[in-house]
């Protein structure tokens, strides 16, 4: 099976290893040395399944502090960033499901303005118009790009930030999610022509 | 694999994640599928989007905020390690001296707690002390086998007297403005099993003597009359009406009632408390009858008293009297006597 896909990224060479070993002996700059290289990962990663900027920043400080609280328990069976990265989801999508349960409850007027990645904006009561469409078709094709993301469950979102935006092999984002392999490529396959269709819709015949 | 199969592996295709024959079937497929090679352009461009959007850069306090929380989280360890460690090699005469300083307020709580538990023991000590005297002049005559049998009953009525003692000492100095049988509830309360007892075995006229009280009103209101006394339920009914009556004679029925009390909850042996018993309570003041004799009686002579009683015992025929002393709220048993053979004479009571 010449799958590259498969390869086992735990059995690939870590360049992560020296600094974790430094850091698991309690280097502190060792550990900096980590966070500064992986921060930004992370954070995109975090931003991209909550979909809150501020609320990405604080998951991701809580990600490595969480990471340096339990580094004596990693058995660097997976890469560092695999690892790191799965953390990372899970206080994600732990963050999400509360940024959502917390719009729901929160009571909204129907002619205060709604925010979105223009401003604040006038809620368009419902005329014959798409209006959701018609906004998105205002927009350049990389926001709407990232609404469709956005629109994906969260199962789904995960797999495709990790696939296509942040560029891990299968494995990893099986590691990192704990999934099986197959259902990592299934659900990747459905997320993307989630997408795709989407962005059939928003951008019409013009793509 | 059908057309449909190919469609689920593009995405994998894509990513050359396909083994070599199935990227060879699907390769084979895609020359005469119109739909599966649209779809897989499709495909390829929607992927291409999704990797150019732009990644959102960190802020620049970002790193140097986790490493302050990390920082803050090695410190609160380094702290548990102190507390728990450094002071067994760097404070160690500080614990000493702390060690000795609870030992020190230990021992101190331990000898201020001790003498507490002496003194709840005390008043029961004490009065067996004042009895003394009283019983000395009995000593030559032997003592009779009923002895474990009073001690059962003695235990919690001497208990009570104390208490009832203590109680009326400290609101001595006030007037007293509450009924008089309220004072003594406690000790009633404390011999309550013995006088359901009584009430059960001995007193079956007592019903009767309650619902009668009218005519011993006089009597109890007379400073110098003597007040029949039926049963300890009469008794208690009885003294609130006469202090309320008379209040001059408040302390009288309260003195009568606690000599009846006391020789029914003490005094009175358990072979007496038989059907057919009735006893009276007299105040031994000047004019009584039996004042005349009793005087000389050697009992009478070894204690000083406020006040002495006389409780006239009707056993089914069988005559005796217990002289009591009540002093400073105190009952005391001087002596029994019997009327054998025409006269009283002093029987041995333990």
New interface residues.
């Given amino acids: 099976m010449s799958n590259s896909a498969e390869i086992s990224p735990a059995a690939a060479f870590d360049v992560d290893a020296p600094l974790v070993a430094a850091a698991r002996a309690g280097d502190l700059q060792a550990f900096e040395s980590l966070v500064l290289r992986h921060q930004k990962r992370m954070l995109n990663i975090a931003f991209r399944i909550i979909g809150e900027y501020d609320d990405a920043c604080e998951v991701t400080q809580d990600a490595f502090v969480s990471a340096w609280r339990n580094l004596g328990a990693f058995r660097q069976e997976a890469r560092f960033s695999t690892w790191l990265t799965s953390i990372t989801v899970n206080l994600s999508k732990n963050r999400r499901k509360r940024v959502t349960l917390q719009q729901a409850r929160t009571p909204r007027s129907l002619d205060a303005p709604v925010r979105t990645d223009d401003g604040e904006v006038l809620p368009d009561p419902p005329s014959g118009e798409p209006t959701a469409l018609d906004r998105m078709e205002r927009q350049d094709v990389k926001n709407r790009v990232q609404d469709c993301i956005r629109a994906l469950e969260p199962d789904f979102r995960e797999v495709i930030v990790l696939r296509d935006m942040q560029d891990l092999a299968y494995e990893e984002i099986a590691t990192a999610l704990k999934l099986a392999i197959g259902t990592v490529k299934s659900r990747l396959s459905r997320a993307r022509e989630a997408v795709k269709e989407c962005l059939k819709k928003t951008m019409g015949d013009r793509s | 694999m059908n057309h449909n199969d190919i469609r689920?592996?593009?995405?994998?295709y894509i990513?050359?994640?396909v083994?070599?024959a199935e990227k060879a079937t699907i390769e084979e497929h895609l020359k005469t599928c119109a739909d599966c090679s649209e779809a897989l352009r499709?495909?390829r461009?929607?992927?291409e989007?999704?990797?150019?959007?732009?990644?959102?850069?960190?802020?620049a306090w970002?790193?140097s905020?986790?490493?302050a929380?990390?920082?803050d989280?090695?410190g609160q360890k380094k702290s548990f390690w102190q507390r728990f460690l450094v002071p067994l090699f760097t404070y160690r005469p500080a614990q000493a001296v702390a060690v000795l300083f609870i030992a020190v307020i230990s021992y101190y709580i331990y000898t201020n707690l001790n003498p507490a538990a002496k003194y709840s023991e005390e008043p029961v000590a004490k009065l067996s002390q004042r009895e003394a005297p009283v019983e000395m002049p009995d000593k030559r005559i032997p003592k009779p086998s009923q002895q474990p049998e009073k001690k059962i009953a003695q235990e919690p009525a001497f208990r009570s007297l104390d208490m009832k003692y203590e109680y009326e000492k400290t609101a001595a100095p006030k007037p007293r403005e509450e009924p008089p049988a309220a004072a003594p509830a406690p000790a009633q309360e404390e011999s309550r099993p013995l006088k359901d007892e009584m009430d059960k075995n001995m007193f079956t006229e007592a019903p009767k003597a309650k619902a009668l009280p009218p005519p011993a009103m006089p009597e109890q209101a007379a400073p110098a009359g003597s007040t029949l006394v039926r049963g300890s339920a009469a008794a208690e009914k009885a003294e609130p009406r006469a202090a309320t009556k008379a209040p001059a004679s408040e302390n009288d029925a309260e003195a009568r009632q606690a000599v009846t009390e006391h020789f029914a909850n003490v005094d009175l042996p358990k072979t007496m408390k038989v059907k057919g018993l009735s006893f009276t309570t007299h105040g031994l003041q000047a004019g009584h009858p039996d004042l005349e004799w009793m005087q000389k009686t050697s009992v009478f002579l070894t204690k000083q008293c406020e006040k002495r009683y006389v409780i006239d015992v009707d056993l089914s025929g069988s005559l005796s009297k217990y002289l009591y002393c009540y002093d400073h709220r105190r009952v005391l048993l001087l002596g029994i006597f019997e009327f054998r053979n025409d006269t009283w004479s002093e029987i041995p009571h333990p």
Avoid: F, N, Y
């Fill in positions: 689920h592996k593009l995405s994998e990513d050359e994640s083994t070599g499709e495909l461009k929607t992927i989007q999704v990797k150019q959007i732009e990644e959102v850069e960190a802020p970002m790193a905020k986790i490493m929380k990390v920082r989280e090695e």
